[in-house]
Every structure is written in structure tokens, then in C-alpha cells.
């Protein structure tokens, strides 16, 4: 009896460890997709740090402007993180922002050229917009508060984290602003004819309203209130 | 070409902040107060009238005759850097009051992309050295007057009841939305773009 009741003791404690399959609480533990994961939703660049503001309303007219912009900025802080974190020790303190301005300068030159020889019309469609990543503020921030202090790796797990963060969000966005200013989602006819299309949606008017209404909306919504942000 | 209509143009047909969204982080973050907002607002004209014809002379002195003009945004970008440094170590020693309004805002410029994004539509537009040298100053007044127009009505929006979730950024871009449909108004007035080529 008394050994009886022990094993039944023990066995709730068994039953707690066992749902976790290793796999994916070591997954979990990882600190590299700890950093990820965190891109994607707690540092996300537009919605929690409000960085990289205008390519989020100058590309996100449509759906598929707001996809290509995302991947291509993507691109550009993968790739200038991982070198920034190659090059860490070398760069003296000093001239480390210019260093990093020039080499996310070159990394867009590539992204510029490949879409402007694969596909010109995109390319034309987002117009400045793909130069202008090597303003926007949070691959900069990336190479300074994170890659150059961290290995390789874990730099490259952090910024593909914030740039799949900041692809969902102009993806999103420009899902919304297409579908109320044209009727469709990625060039796809949603709406009928009945559908007055918003035309101010696909202006310049329009974009500001639109990410107004979304982060606050976001901010109204979401537990522990406002953070980061002016 | 006049460039009295090339400088009005920048200003209000095609203000880089309302219909091209440049420079819009520090619209965001600087706008909270008058006095800051007049700070960078003045730093900003201040570079863009510098940057834009010294782009210029880049582009069609360096990197034309060399064919180079891929290297234009890495180029561009270390003038805007080398430029702002300068001219932060210039005010510093010839106008110590000037660099105490302007000081911080100063390094802050190189990220703005308000001035990279003008001197690349100097280069798309195929604008002259002097209509450069008038956009820029243009773009520059425009960015100024729309940071400085968003600050005083944050003034007065202090104490209004906003929604939760709405203070700050989001209300901001929303009053920015309503500016830019006041200046959608004036569109089709002057159209900078028709004086290139």
C-alpha cells in the first residue's frame, strides 16, 4: 500500500516532464531561436520600435510592393550582420557607423541591380524605395546594438528574426490598403463590382491613416500597453 | 526652368515627407517638441541645401565620366557622412550658438532619409546644378514646415482626450495622414518632375 500510493506520488511528476519532447524544448532553450523568435513580435521593427517608417508607407500600396520591399530589406540586414559580426574586432570604435553605412550601402547596390534585371517592373514600382534601405534606421540598429557585439551565427538568427518581422508587417499592410483601395489581394480580384474602391487608401493620405489606425489598434489590443516608440 | 517654381513645388506640391514619406522616423520622434522640432526642422534645410548640389557634382564630375554610377549609393551616402561631420565641426567653431540649437540634431542626419532620398530624386529627375542646389533647399523648408505644423499641434493635443493606444506615434501619423490630404490639395499646381529631361 505504501509503496503503492509513493508510485502514485511520483507519477503526476512524470506526467509533467513527459509532454515536452526534447526536440523542441531544446529548441525552445536555443538562444539562437530565442533571438529569432524575438524579431518576429517583441522587437518588431514597425509595430513595437517604430523604425524603418518609409518604406512601410511608400511600398505598401499593394500587396505584393510590400512583399518584394520586406524580402529585399530582409536580405540587406541578414546579410550586413552577419559581415559586421565577421568584422567586429577589426573595426575601431570610432569610424564603426560609417563602416557599417558603407558595407549596407553595398549590399543594397546588389538587391537594386538583381531586381531592376529580374523584374524591372517591380523594380520601377518601388522606385527609391529599395535605395532608401540604406537610411532606414533599424538595419543600421541591427549592426550596432546586436552584431557587433555577437557571433556570427546569432547575429544572422537576429536580423533574419526583424526582417521577417518587418516582411509581415508590410505584407499585412499592404494586403489591407490593396484590398480597400483596389479590391484585390496580390493582384487577385477579391471584391465584386459592387466594391467602390477607396482611392485615398492607395494615396500618400491614405498610407499614414492606415498605419496610424493599425498600431494604434495593435497597442489598444495588446496586453502591458506601449511599448518603445517616441 | 524657374527656380522660384522648382522651390515652391518642393515645399508644397511635392513635400518629401507628405507624398514621399522621407525623413518620417525623426518626424515621428522629433515632433513631440516645439523647439526640437524647430531644431532639426532648421539642421535639416541647413544639409539638404548643401548635400544636394554637392551630390550633383559627384554624380556628373565622379562617377559619370568614370561609369561608375553603380557606386552612387555608397558614394552618396559617405558625402552625406563626411558632409554632415564637417559642417557639425564648422558650426562647432565658427557659431557656437548655432551649434548649440543644432548640436544634437546634427549626427542624427546621416539616417535621415529625407536627405538621401532627395539627392536620389535629383538624379532620377535629371535636375541642373542650380535647379539641385533650389530642390534641395525646397525640400529642406518642406520637411521643416511639416515637422513644425505636426509640433504645434501636438502642443495643443497634450491635453486632449485620446484613446488608449492611440497616444503618441499612432495619432501623430494619423493628423499626418489628414496634413497630407490638405496638401494633396495643392497637387497638379507645379510638377517638379516635368522640368526634367
Known amino acids: ?230 | 526652368m524657374d527656380i522660384f517654381l522648382i522651390i515652391v513645388g518642393a515645399i508644397l506640391t511635392n513635400n518629401i515627407l507628405l507624398t514621399t514619406f522621407f525623413g518620417l522616423c525623426p518626424f515621428i520622434g522629433v515632433s513631440g517638441e516645439y523647439e526640437a522640432a524647430a531644431g532639426m526642422g532648421m539642421a535639416v534645410i541647413f544639409v539638404l541645401t548643401l548635400t544636394a548640389p554637392i551630390n550633383w557634382l559627384i554624380e556628373h564630375l565622379l562617377l559619370e565620366p568614370l561609369g561608375v554610377e553603380y557606386l552612387r549609393f555608397i558614394t552618396f551616402i559617405i558625402t552625406i557622412a563626411f558632409l554632415v561631420q564637417i559642417v557639425e565641426m564648422f558650426v562647432a567653431r565658427f557659431s557656437p550658438a548655432l551649434y548649440q540649437a543644432l548640436g544634437i540634431y546634427l549626427p542624427l542626419i546621416t539616417v535621415n532619409c529625407a536627405i538621401f532620398g532627395t539627392s536620389l530624386f535629383m538624379v532620377f529627375w535629371e535636375l541642373g546644378f542650380l535647379e539641385s542646389a533650389a530642390f534641395g533647399f525646397g525640400a529642406g523648408v518642406g520637411w521643416a514646415l511639416a515637422i513644425l505644423a505636426m509640433a504645434a499641434i501636438r502642443e495643443r493635443l497634450r491635453f486632449a482626450p485620446i484613446p488608449k493606444g492611440f497616444e503618441g506615434p499612432a495619432i501623430t501619423l494619423i493628423i499626418a495622414g489628414l496634413m497630407a490630404l490638405g496638401f494633396a490639395g495643392f497637387s497638379g499646381m507645379i510638377n517638379i518632375q516635368a522640368f526634367g529631361g
Open chain 1, 1 to 230: 500500500m505504501g509503496t503503492e500510493r509513493a508510485r502514485v506520488g511520483i507519477e503526476p511528476q512524470r506526467a509533467v516532464e513527459a509532454p515536452a519532447p526534447p526536440l523542441t524544448r531544446r529548441l525552445a532553450q536555443s538562444q539562437s531561436v530565442r533571438e529569432l523568435v524575438k524579431g518576429l513580435w517583441a522587437n518588431n521593427p514597425i509595430f513595437r520600435m517604430l523604425l524603418g517608417l518609409c518604406p512601410t508607407l511608400g511600398a505598401t500600396n499593394m500587396a505584393v510592393n510590400g512583399f518584394t520591399m520586406g524580402i529585399s530589406t530582409t536580405f540587406v540586414v541578414v546579410a550586413s550582420s552577419i559581415t559586421v559580426s565577421l568584422i567586429r574586432r577589426l573595426v575601431p570604435s570610432e569610424v564603426r557607423i560609417p563602416t557599417y553605412m558603407i558595407i549596407i550601402a553595398a549590399y543594397v547596390t546588389v538587391v537594386d541591380l538583381f531586381l531592376r534585371a529580374f523584374v524591372p517592373e517591380l523594380s520601377k514600382a518601388l522606385g527609391p524605395f529599395i535605395p532608401l534601405i540604406v537610411t532606414n534606421c533599424f538595419v543600421l540598429g541591427r549592426a550596432e546594438a546586436f552584431a557587433s557585439q555577437n557571433r556570427p551565427w546569432l547575429s544572422a538568427m537576429d536580423a533574419l528574426g526583424v526582417g521577417l518581422g518587418f516582411t509581415a508587417s508590410l505584407t499585412s499592410l499592404g494586403i489591407i490598403r490593396e484590398l480597400l483601395g483596389f479590391g484585390s489581394v496580390f493582384g487577385v480580384q477579391l471584391l465584386g463590382d459592387w466594391w467602390e474602391p477607396w482611392v485615398i487608401m492607395i494615396l500618400p493620405g491614405g498610407a499614414f491613416l492606415a498605419l496610424g489606425l493599425f498600431i494604434g489598434l495593435i497597442r489598444y489590443f495588446s496586453p502591458g500597453g506601449t511599448l518603445g516608440g517616441a
